[in-house]
């Protein structure tokens, strides 16, 4: 590394690290590794000039004000909700964030979830892991000539539509923020979230996380989903209640969940949703596919070195404007 070098602070789950170690060179200090706590990230940070983080870093105000050093936070992915942006505009520091590039990788792990959910994939494993065989094993359901009702119809679910389309599913969707024209093109139907929960034979939840989104997947809500019913949850753990989620589960008022974010992340190792059959979890990997994550590293760092250089930064990718100080992104962006 040069020895004049900017210092940059690297979040550990920033993958793959070659991606970005190669495409930085010598031009930055790259420091790898924090805890995810505000003191050991203030700690870190000092003298620090460049962030990159995921979600798992709590970007917040105290953070913020007391990183004296820190001029630019790069976010991978489109969830922002973990960065108080409103503090960063206020130390004066740039927010740049990739809306939409992982968003084709987060549809697959979601339609990967719900077929596994169907298919009985966790059930089939565990009946061969105790000496089992096929006779042992519930029929799958098909998702083939079903239902799929998907809750925020972004860039994630959207995608998702599309990759539903050779199912010939019959596609419903709530997004208070989205116009019909918006559902033309995947033939989707735009309905009030409570058809959304009741019509389908699943629910894929990939909203954003807002303060209208969050627990909104309530008791209230799941109880108005069909017993057979699956959810699957690619955007944010908090949208989704997880007691709520439990007491459905065990009542057998649920027909299984994939889900691959939670309210506590990790995911505690004796949570119960490791007690069902019928639910498949993963540790918040679905916008993590390589290919997605190559092009973001690489946008990243050409967003900072153009900062850096002093010059504008395109405007697909600010959340903040160094400039200006404001902050251009909305409250409470969540999602992946």
Known sequence: MTGGAPRALVDQDVKPRDALEREVGDALALEIGVEPTEEALIEALDGVEILFTTSRLPVTRRV?????????????GTGIDTIDLDAAADTGVAVVYTPGMNALSVAEHALTLLLAVKRNVLTGQRALEAGKWRDEVPNAQAVAGTSVGIVGFGNVG??????????NVDVYAYDPYVHDIDTQITGATLTDFETVLSEPEAVVVTAEHTSETRGMISERALATMDDDAVLVNTARGPIVDTEALVDALRAGTL??????????????????????ENVVTTPHIAASSVRARSAIIETLVECVFTFLDGEAL??????????????VAPADSGGS
Do not use: Q, Y
Not at 64 to 76: C, G, H, P, Q, W
Not at 160 to 165: N, Q
């Open 64 to 76: 913020l004000e007391r990183a004296d050093s820190l001029r630019l936070v790069a976010k991978i």
């Open 158 to 167: 959207s995608r998702l539509a599309g990759l539903l389309d050779g199912f």
């Open 255 to 276: 027909g299984g969940a994939g889900l691959d974010v939670f309210e506590t992340e990790p995911l505690p190792s004796d949570s119960p949703l490791h007690d069902f």
């Open 314 to 327: 395109p405007e697909r990718f600010v959340a903040v404007d160094p400039a200006a100080g404001t902050r």
